[in-house]
């Protein structure tokens, strides 16, 4: 009888196991589902072509506005001047890394169905999404006490690491161009190339 | 697809008309914006040009307007501050307007807020609404050691 002790406990705990997975909610976007697929393609539309291009990050941060103002030798301009840039800045760094969290939840949930990623990618995808969250938030807290012009190199560097990440991500969504659209019929249909 | 291409290129030809005869005229891209936000119906969105229209389609002419007005606008985006400051007090300068009432109507109107051309990335239009209000205060305190001698 004392035998079966443990054999009940482990019962038990499957049983409690089951009885948490189905009460659990299910995930609000199925894996592979079409709309992670289309958020994680607007995503990489809005960083390509609205965040990340270098005219735009250059002239919000670019140090020759600053320059003029200060040239101007008008205080309260000067004033202004700073707390409109830091606006923008705070709202670059805010909008890039809200759509690095949308490649990251195709990447963690569907990228795997439609491009064959090795672990050794998968875990570097991992490492480099991680670095960047974490960049923009260094960066953000920056910008907030600092001013605009606190980290130019940060910012270089966090616009560099969100575009290689865009490339690898274009690349696992290569399949959604309407030139391999046609393959779709075809058997390996969802087995896109990396 | 063949039909689009045509379109597009008719599209491209229609806008190399529209440079080349009208914007040609107009050499700041400030003017060039609020010129062809001007063509824009503000009900439908819709731009509208009879002599464009005349020698293309009524749909190629918008479509030439609104490539154009995007044009303008990353011209803008692009200018530095002081380009914008420059821009700002020519175009102040052409309207003929007491730049005191002009400033105060641009400062409590922001009818710059209308000039850009839809699906534009909402960062660029908060950057380019920014250096306006930048450029008005640059320019409003250049004017104020003015009114206190006129005061005086």
């Given at each position: 009888?004392?035998?079966l ?20 909610k299910?995930?609000a ?5 079409t709309?992670?697929l ?63 969290l949308?490649?990251?939840?195709f990447?963690l ?9 090795s672990m ?18 260094l ?21 560099a690491?969100?575009?290689?990440l ?22 390996s ?6 | ?16 008309d529209?440079?080349h ?11 060039r ?17 009879d ?18 007005h ?32 002009f ?19 909402p960062?660029s ?10 450029a ?8 104020a ?8």
């Open positions: 009888m004392i035998q002790i443990p054999f009940m406990f482990v019962g038990v705990l499957l049983v409690f196991s089951l009885f948490f997975l189905m009460r659990r299910p995930r976007r199925a894996e592979g589902g709309e992670v289309v958020e994680a393609r607007q995503a990489l539309n809005v960083l390509q072509a609205g965040l990340l291009p270098q005219e735009l990050v250059g002239r919000i941060f670019a140090k020759e506005d600053l320059d003029y103002v200060l040239s101007e030798a008008l205080p309260s301009v000067h004033k202004l001047f700073l707390e409109e840039r830091k606006k923008t800045a705070l709202s670059w760094v805010d909008q890039v890394r809200h759509q690095i949308s490649l990251r939840r990447h949930g569907s990228a795997r169905f439609y491009a064959r990623l050794r990618t998968e875990m570097e995808l991992a490492l480099a999404f991680a670095a960047l969250l974490f960049e923009c938030r960066l953000q807290a920056l910008l907030y006490v600092k001013g605009p012009y606190a980290a130019p190199g940060m910012v270089g560097s966090t616009a690491a969100a575009a290689r865009c490339k690898i991500s274009e690349a696992s969504l290569d399949f959604l161009n309407p030139s391999h659209l046609n393959t779709l019929g075809s058997p249909a969802g087995q896109a190339r990396p | 697809m063949a039909t689009t291409t045509l379109r597009r290129m008719d599209v491209q030809q229609a806008a190399d529209l440079r005869r009208t914007l040609s005229e107009i050499p700041r891209s400030l003017d914006l609020i010129y062809l936000a001007s063509m824009r119906d503000y009900n439908t969105g819709l731009y509208y040009h002599g464009l229209a005349s020698r293309f389609t009524q749909e190629v002419a918008c479509e030439a307007l609104a490539d154009c995007h044009e303008a606008f990353r011209q803008l985006v692009g200018c530095s501050l002081q380009g914008l400051v420059g821009q700002m007090e020519a175009y102040m300068d052409s309207t003929h307007t007491n730049p005191v009432e400033l105060a109507t641009w400062k409590r109107l922001e009818p710059y807020r209308v000039a850009v051309p839809v699906e534009t990335d960062l239009v908060e950057f380019l609404f920014s250096s306006f209000k930048i008005l205060a640059i320019l409003e305190a250049r004017l050691p003015q009114r206190v001698a006129l005061a005086a």
